[in-house]
C-alpha cells in the first residue's frame, strides 16, 4: 500500500507538470492493429492491458489510472479462466506494440524524477 505522503508527493509533482499532457495510443481489445490516440488525463499514463481468454490473447491499449499499473487478476466466467494484467509507461506514445512493464513503485520514482528535473 503506498503512504499518504508518498501520494501526496506524486501528485505534487504531477500537478506541477500541468502544461504537457501524455499522449498514448487507444484501442480496445481485438482492434488494436490501426490504434488511434488519446491524451491522458491527470494522474494517468499509457498502458497496455492484455487479457488472455482460454488461449485467445488479446490487447487494449489507453490511458489509465497510476493506480491499475501492475495490477493483474484472473477470473473463471463460465467455465473460462480469463487472466488480465496492466503495464505501463511514461513517455508519449511508448505504450506500441513493445511496452516494457514498470511497476508502480518504479513508474512513482520515474514520475517524481521527472518533475523535480523540471524544477530545476
Known amino acids: 500500500m503506498m503512504s499518504k505522503s508518498l501520494m501526496t508527493a506524486v501528485l505534487l509533482v504531477l ?3 500541468v502544461g504537457h499532457t501524455l499522449n498514448c495510443y487507444s484501442c480496445e481489445f481485438g482492434t488494436c492493429l490501426l490504434p488511434s490516440t488519446a491524451s491522458c ?3 494517468e499514463l499509457c498502458a497496455t492491458q492484455n487479457a488472455t481468454v482460454g488461449i485467445i490473447n ?3 491499449k489507453a490511458c489509465m489510472s497510476l ?6 487478476s484472473t477470473v473463471t466466467y463460465h467455465g473460462v479462466k ?3 494484467a496492466v ?3 511514461i ?7 513493445a511496452t516494457p512493464r514498470i511497476s508502480l513503485v518504479t513508474g512513482l520514482a520515474a514520475i517524481v524524477a521527472l518533475g523535480l528535473a523540471k524544477l530545476s
Open 82 to 84: 480469463v487472466s488480465t
Open 67 to 72: 493506480l491499475s499499473c501492475g495490477a493483474e
Open 15 to 17: 500537478s506541477c507538470h
Open 87 to 89: 503495464s505501463c509507461c
Open 91 to 97: 513517455m508519449d506514445l511508448c505504450n506500441s506494440a
Open 58 to 60: 488479446l490487447k487494449k
Open 41 to 43: 488525463g491527470f494522474g
